[in-house]
């Protein structure tokens, strides 16, 4: 399944899945109940290879300039391992329910990620604004608006790093300037 989202297909037919396994589709599902199940393997076999990507290695008291880059770089190589997963788990959440439960539990996750990271900053702003500020920052780091400057408009790792990292260091002290 994974070589095959890896080839654009992001809806394979059980059939194409056993074929590529190379097994019968009676074999595919002797080890997963439906092709919703198989997918929500895949989500979880990629997130647990991810996970180890999703700690930061910093300390709470650390400058928020080196959070920042320390979550965006990280942010960036999970996303430039998993665009096949996620864009094949994004294509098929409106009818496939255990995926959707899935990615929303990694959101869920990487926004916390957030909101832990930078408790600081957004404390200082008051609750109003650190919840628009907050929402923009997991907006900001998610895989969508990856995706959309990677794919969309060409950007290079190392510049979309650079670029995200920047824009989150302005969103996080809008209101301190």
Do not use: W
Request: charged letters at 30%; aromatic letters at 6%.
């Amino acid at each position: 399944m994974m070589s095959l989202y890896s080839d654009g297909q992001y809806t394979p037919t059980a059939a194409a899945i056993a074929e590529r396994a190379g097994v019968s589709v009676r074999s595919l599902f002797r080890y997963f109940d439906d092709v919703e199940d198989l997918a929500a393997a895949v989500i979880e076999r990629q997130a647990s290879l991810v996970y180890p990507l999703l700690a930061v290695d910093v300390a709470a008291d650390d400058p928020v300039e080196v959070r920042v880059a320390q979550l965006v770089d990280g942010r960036v190589r999970q996303y430039e391992l998993l665009a096949p997963a996620a864009r094949a788990a994004r294509a098929v959440a409106h009818r496939r329910p255990l995926v959707a439960a899935k990615l929303a539990e990694i959101n869920a996750a990487r926004r916390e990620q957030i909101r832990t990271l930078f408790s600081e900053e957004l404390e200082a702003m008051g609750p109003h604004d650190a919840r628009r500020v907050l929402g923009a920052a997991d907006v900001l780091c998610s895989f969508e608006t990856y995706h959309l400057l990677r794919e969309e408009h060409g950007l290079e790792p190392d510049v979309l790093v650079a670029d995200l990292a920047r824009t989150l260091l302005v969103l996080l002290r809008r209101d301190r300037d």
